[in-house]
């Protein structure tokens, strides 16, 4: 009895190292999975050697609205301070007449980029085309306090929970899986809202966009709302009208590799026209740049703004 038990006495040490052994790679893995690091990539500002002239624009404004004027007979329609239709007519531009970054320190030179915001990049490129948009109503929400708002459905249809992300909550998504885990201390800092995002970028895309949106007919479109298919997001971002009732929109949009968010402007020959009429989005089908879409495109996600 006794060397049997002095046999178990050795084995227990061998069994624990080999738990040990067998399991941490896993903890590890599933902590990498879970823990996110965003980092700010180092973008590139150059001038755009685009000859084609660009309508409506006054090259000395600041932001959205002094940047880009409404069309002769229009006039923006008024918004509500503290709107998310105000947040982005004050974003901040980058300089007028300049390629558009790329989060990998290079540029691409369009001729349909109107105006591009000042708007950060994360390193690992997952700020697309429909990251971008998420980016813009989150961190509308987050500047506003409204966490209860930031949420948002993986491609898979699950939730990330902005709320439950800052209490220590983290996503683990493998495949077309994921759960929610309590793996890590609780957690308000904007780093961490940071690295939230940057979650939400890699499992949400286009088709999260559109589970979380309704179609709506061309005549409602507002800013906030988008067109959306089964490949590429654009936003209504700005918004004016004439004396007839007539509209016409600004829209914009970020693209596969992850550029800063921008105007996107129609090119007729050697002169673009950033403005977007209420007639041409209301065909049943229609370009914006290089992409086409259909009136089934045309939806507002959740709520709208």
Not at 221 to 243: F, K, P, Q, W
Request: net charge negative; aromatic share 12%; hydrophobic share 35%.
């Amino acid at each position: 009895m006794k060397k049997s038990n002095e046999a178990k006495g050795k084995k227990l040490p061998i069994i624990i190292a080999a738990v040990i052994i067998i399991l941490l790679p896993i903890l590890i893995f599933v902590y990498i999975r879970t823990h996110p690091r965003w980092k700010k990539a180092e973008l590139t500002i150059e001038a755009s050697e685009s000859t084609v002239k660009m309508r409506w624009i006054n090259a000395g404004g600041d932001t959205l609205e002094t940047r880009i004027i409404p069309p002769e007979g229009y006039e923006r329609i008024p918004v509500e301070e503290g709107s998310f239709g105000a947040y982005l007519r004050d974003y901040p531009l980058l300089p007028d007449g300049i390629k558009l970054p790329v989060y990998d320190g290079t540029t691409i030179d369009r001729e349909d980029a109107a105006a591009v915001f000042d708007i950060s990049l994360g390193d690992e490129g997952y700020q697309q085309c429909a990251d971008s948009i998420i980016r813009l109503y989150s961190d509308y929400f987050y500047e506003n306090e409204q966490y209860d708002k930031i949420s948002f459905l993986l491609s898979n249809g699950d939730e990330c929970d902005y709320e439950r992300w800052r209490k220590g909550r983290r996503m683990f998504v493998l495949g077309n899986f994921s759960c929610e885990l309590p793996a890590a201390f609780p957690d308000k800092s904007e780093k961490q809202y940071r690295n939230y995002l940057k979650e939400v970028m890699r499992y949400a895309g286009t088709l999260s966009l559109q589970k979380e949106s309704e179609v709506i007919p061309a005549e409602e479109l507002r800013i906030g709302d988008i067109i959306c298919n089964d490949t590429h997001v654009v936003m209504i971002t700005d918004e004016a009208v004439n004396e007839k009732g007539e509209k016409c929109y600004l829209i914009g949009q970020s693209f596969i590799p992850a550029v800063c968010y921008h105007i996107v402007a129609n090119v007729n020959g050697d002169e673009a026209d950033p403005w977007f009429t209420q007639e041409q989005l209301e065909q049943d089908s229609f370009d914006v740049g290089p992409y086409r879409f259909k009136k089934k495109d045309i939806r507002r996600w959740k709520d709208g703004f």
